[in-house]
């Protein structure tokens, strides 16, 4: 079975440019999240989708960042404009359903480093 | 609200030592317990979980205990191998599936 694939794997931006990123969950999971990993610290959310419903972006900086699944399978990620602050790796991550019990599997992740 | 705390690293042991890795939760409900293990340069792998209190997780020789009574999901291992260097991380998921992950322990082991 074919895992989360992700790209790109490294991007660097100047701040204040623009950079999207590409997720392909698992086949058939219906639960899509993003989540953004400081260096030395675990993962946050920043969004769930179920199919192609956001769910929960409470923790999106709604301001410069925006995701998308449409169809119910792949999403992107973009930030517009970046700050220094972004830097950071983005994992996707997807489960079959949103349920305490279902696994998250997550892809290798987006290191995006803003310069 | 719902968060994880986990001992700080860097843990370094010595090959075929004895590991232990805190992990204290605060929820609200009844969480599962996860514990991800990250390999340099890899993405987050689940190592094991738990759903209910008292289950016990276990996988390549790692073990963890729901234990709903301290709030506790600290993992061990009985001999660790240099193959086991990589980032742990504990995470809780509540019913709405909004994981929430430690800080990360970063385990060396040494031949």
């Known amino acids: 079975e074919a895992g989360v694939a992700q790209s790109p794997r490294y991007k660097i931006i100047e701040k204040r440019q623009s950079v999207a990123f590409w997720c392909n969950p698992i086949?058939?999971?219906?639960?899509l999240y993003w989540y953004q990993q400081i260096l030395g610290q675990g993962p946050k959310l920043l969004i769930q989708?179920?199919?192609?419903?956001?769910?929960?972006d409470s923790q999106l900086p709604k301001d410069r960042f925006s995701a998308e699944r449409l169809k119910g399978v792949d999403s992107t990620l973009k930030i517009q404009p970046a700050k220094l602050e972004d830097s950071a790796v983005y994992l996707c991550?997807?489960?079959?359903?949103?349920?305490?019990?279902?696994?998250?599997?997550f892809g290798p992740g987006t290191r995006l480093t803003v310069l | 609200g719902n968060s994880v705390t986990q001992m700080e690293g860097p843990v370094t042991l010595s090959e075929e030592a004895f590991l232990t890795i805190n992990c204290t939760y605060t929820?609200?409900?009844?969480?599962?317990l996860f514990w991800y293990v990250q390999y340099p340069g890899e993405g987050l792998q689940l190592l094991l979980k738990?759903?209910?209190?008292?289950d016990k997780g276990s996988n390549k020789g790692f073990e963890a205990t729901y234990r709903k009574e301290t709030t506790s999901f600290h993992l061990e291992k009985g001999s660790v191998q240099v193959s086991d260097s990589a980032v742990y991380f504990c995470?809780?998921?509540?019913?709405?599936?909004?994981?929430?992950f430690g800080a990360g322990t970063r385990l060396t082991v040494k031949p």
């Open positions: 086949s058939g999971h219906a639960t």
């Open positions: 995470a809780l998921s509540p019913p709405n599936n909004d994981m929430r």
């Open positions: 991550a997807s489960s079959l359903a949103r349920g305490r019990t279902d696994t998250q599997y």
């Open positions: 738990a759903t209910k209190a008292d």
């Open positions: 989708f179920q199919n192609n419903g956001v769910v929960d």
């Open positions: 929820a609200t409900g009844y969480p599962s």
